[in-house]
């Protein structure tokens, strides 16, 4: 079925393997009359490439957006927006040594499970390459919401990093470094643990906290749909992520009923802990949302595993790889958030009491 | 839109307040030929109603289903299941010193933002009693996974509640109490917190861990629609939950790749910090699910907020109240994630290899 | 899957069979604040109901809507409004000697193919009683459109039965008869047709024309959910239905485009062959479809069949039954164009360019 | 809203417009392990190709179609495929001719009333250019069908071209004339006509019959996604089609219950007037549609019309246009039952009563 569509209103369909010609999303629903062209989205696919932080690989990876339909003189017109971003490493290396091997950690052999057939170069559909599709949709959703004049903006960074968490957030710092972790001291400590585990042929996780700012109240459609389910499943399903969080998330749970309601003044909320979100429904404050990434599974160290016929074997991933998804797993989870809220600002349209 | 549709293949919509006449739901796609009848969603609901712990009011609420369609002779015909369960507190109390406010926590100032107009009594939509329809809907899916022949089966416990932790796992022990709670020193002093706090006149929070067995490999949808991404919704849909883990969850954050990988041998993974599931895709082993319920907003104590006109006021609720959502919230979770189950079992047979 | 549900944003679920307890329609995405009670419903509902015409049964069939949520202090909520008709004849007469035959022109071959089992009761859920839901749930459509401002209307009027055309369209005198049709003299030949193949133990088709006025241009999602797309979906779907224009419909095909093509001047189309959708999307005229009824296929003339062990048998059925569909069919096809258009209203909202 | 994508398990969703880069289409919920590759799809694409029949223009428009994902080594692997067929006459003439007027016959008007702007090149997205896309994905739900072992087939013809009806079916001798006309007399009539009223600058229309079979019993999911809704819906959205009929159509409407009802004998269904489709459900005969399409409103005579700013012009228009959409409207038909069939197969694996 249509696993690879997200939203209902601002709705995108993503395509492609890792080691395919291309890949690509097709957007439809997105309002006619907003400015839109390949620098847009070229600007949120660079965020993603990787970096040359000491987490990342040395690969290169240009990420060229093509809009292929949707677009006229420069504005969206209503009809469905494709674009695609070619595979510039398509026809790669030999993978035959992993082609019958069941890598731990990623979905070899759920999509052997599944599908009986599955496309084993650089994980086919699994990889995070796949991700590259979301941030461009995510671009598109970004435009759409600035133009609509509420002013919406997504922010993210990394709280933590290989167990080391965030004292302070100085957000120029954030923006100043590829972690886009806004604790200097903490970054020290960061790019230490990394240096150490890159070492040891191993690989680290860490967490993520994405803020959406000014959006209206009113946005979600309980009961299923609530903005804080969306949320959840937006972030869930990108691959690294185990965990989400909203507003004070885990912590609710051992707090009190007074210390965690957000009590109500003429002003305003007095505090966040529902981050934003009050019934499934947008309170219009900051929506605050925490991921947790697991380290990537792609590691030096050798690791039992069994190939098809369920033979064992081990294996040990040769090559660079990046030591965690952190860096580049930012500008995706911001990507998911536009997305989810330029879907229910649509669907908040559809219902609005206005008259038509 | 159908912000109340939940599930592709097998998907219910839930309909009804608190206190209009009946809630309900509707199940569109459960196969053919199920044997089902009141019985067994009886068994279910008896589950989510007011028990007699400590943490619950003493108010009677019998929630009596009834079967409208879709059941012929005792089996699923393959048309619309409709179930009905009236509201026997429907004509109840006077709201009016509610009526205007909007109580920290809840949804009141959010529905109000939304639609413009909201049935304030007893929360109207936005109450927890919304979620009968669910567990009723869930007791069908059950029922239809425990006679496909894959014998699985969705247990949860209470593993922490108002901050305490469980240091073990007795299942038997956790079936003898209303909270599910697997520890009986734990429970000890969980009673004890529960009761200081409702001293104070105020609520408490906890953690769940939802647990399917004997899932078969290959459930879940790529790219969006993975099985955890759908479990992430349902479980952030239901109102008190503020995060949800997978498997190791917030933990593997922490970990290393190597420690946070379960690795392969012939005779299965050696460990399962994924929570059977890998990319997205169920691998055969127990699903594990985690969710961090906030305490109940409805509190004795005094709070600030205002009214519709936006004056300020205070506001202390009164009556007896829950002072944690924990021991009912178990079956809706377990409801939940039947319901994924469910569906994903539907779905796959449509995309199964096999010549049809 | 979720057959038994109709539209996207203004979305209604049926269900109920025809001698189940009860049927009903769950509807959801109707905006909040329309003023709405039961006796809007009822209104609806009687003109479907069994008629004192030449081609009706005398059967008694009270339609009673019974609004179970969504509803509050007679307006709308913009939660699922839940809407439950009892069904009075649920325990009637046995039905054993059907239980196990196909009836030629019904489903109950295709029902028993599909599922493998099938509540014969009068027809289960291919009964034409399940139109009943969908009368309701365009009384809401309708109700909901009248109040947004732009007085859109749909009528509909018989036009041919029994092979008897009309010749004019009185539209008082159409109101005056259960047949609904706009020609006197054509009533007389009909009524006297009628008749005659009554006597034969046979019964009758014909053919509808619906119109819908007031529809603003623009509605329509091309390039597969275009308006005339999901008129004939909505039509189609109505069991008797087997052929659907639009416009001039099959007369286009003999045309050149030089007569079929509607020229355009300062003060509007010249003409309306294009029913009032052009590329998919409303112009701005009405919106013109016919439908063509089949003959009601239970008849009193003994006709060959087999019962589902394949042997061969002549069935004849008894009773009082409908001659022709025709005077029941009328509001049906008007609560599916409304049902029709309000989706296509909201999807529009949704759709539109204009800053939320 | 999502109202390029067509169908719920076999899935598809295209996008472009006539003059832009490209067009193409993403098609989910193909099952995995189907033999596929271009040549496939290029024999579909090329019987939709402008041929060197009378009515056709004589322009050339290689449709080479590119598969971008979801083939591996051959198969298909479940996972999206991306098709996209480059445009080649995409920087094509100056269209400021008519970038302010809007055309009779076509969605000109339409397109600025919904959506504000329009891509006028061609006519956009509304330009039956995009149905090569939908011919696309036709090849693949043929291969699908093809493979799973039922022998399903679509064939189509044209029964009536201006008017002329034929009056034998001679499928050798249809097979073998781009029209797909299977009687050779009638041929010669319409030819001529064609020759006549391309002379006068004037075009036609036709009717087309399309064929489905050996399709199984059971496809097709009340009460609204019917087989036949379905495809009403599927043929409706092709932008020339302006009637559809299932069986004996429009013929039903004038016979009696006795002559239309299909008796059933132990050998089978006696007559065929229901094309094969009972209360929405395949019964196991050859599902039969036909189409009424309306003439090519793009005409060399003059025609009225107004510029966007509501003054009045004329429109003549130049260069060489088709007469009748008929010889390549065929292809579009049969992709579309294709599509229709794909979908319902795999939604009937989703609810069959069959263990999983």
Chains 1, 2, 3, 4 share one sequence.
Not at 125 to 153: C, K, Y
Not at 205 to 229: M, Q, S, W
């Amino acid at each position: 079925m249509s696993g690879s569509t997200f939203g209902k209103c601002f709705q995108v369909s993503t395509w492609g393997e890792s080691h395919g010609p291309a890949l690509g999303v097709v957007i439809q629903g997105c309002p006619p009359g907003i400015e839109l062209d390949e620098s847009v989205i070229q600007k949120s696919l660079d965020k993603r490439k990787p970096g040359h932080g000491v987490a990342s690989t040395k690969r290169k990876e240009p990420d060229i957006p093509e809009i292929m339909s949707g677009i006229f003189e420069g504005k969206t017109t209503g009809t469905p927006i494709s674009i695609m971003i070619r595979n510039h490493d398509a026809k790669s290396r030999d993978y035959s040594d992993i082609a019958s091997l069941f890598r731990p950690g990623h979905g070899d052999f759920t999509y052997h499970a599944k599908y009986g057939i599955r496309d084993y170069r650089g994980g086919g559909r699994a990889s995070a390459r796949e991700t590259a599709a979301r941030v461009a949709a995510g671009a598109v959703a970004e435009a759409f919401l600035r133009q609509i004049g509420h002013n919406i903006s997504v922010d993210s960074m990394t709280v933590a990093l290989g167990g080391i968490w965030i004292e302070k957030k100085d957000f120029a710092f954030a923006a100043s470094n590829s972690f886009e972790c806004p604790d200097q001291n903490a970054l020290g400590k960061i790019e230490k643990r990394i240096d150490e585990v890159r070492k040891s042929g191993d690989s680290l996780g860490g967490v993520l906290e994405i803020t959406a700012r000014n959006v209206p109240a009113g946005l979600g459609e309980p009961v299923f749909d609530k903005l804080d389910a969306d949320i959840a499943k937006a972030m869930m399903s990108i691959g690294a992520v185990k965990a989400v969080e909203i507003g004070s998330g885990c912590e609710a749970a051992v707090k009190t009923g007074f210390d965690n309601n957000d009590q109500i003044t003429p002003s305003g909320f007095e505090s966040n802990n529902c981050g934003g979100i009050l019934a499934g429904i947008s309170n219009g404050d900051d929506i605050v949302v925490r991921v947790h990434v697991k380290p990537i599974p792609s590691i030096l160290k050798e690791q039992k595993t069994v190939d098809d016929k369920g033979n064992p074997c081990v294996l040990s991933t040769r090559g660079r790889h990046d030591i965690c998804a952190i860096p580049r797993i930012n500008p995706v989870c911001r990507a998911m958030l536009y997305l989810v809220i330029a879907d229910h600002v649509l669907r908040q349209k559809a219902i609005s009491p206005q008259k038509s």
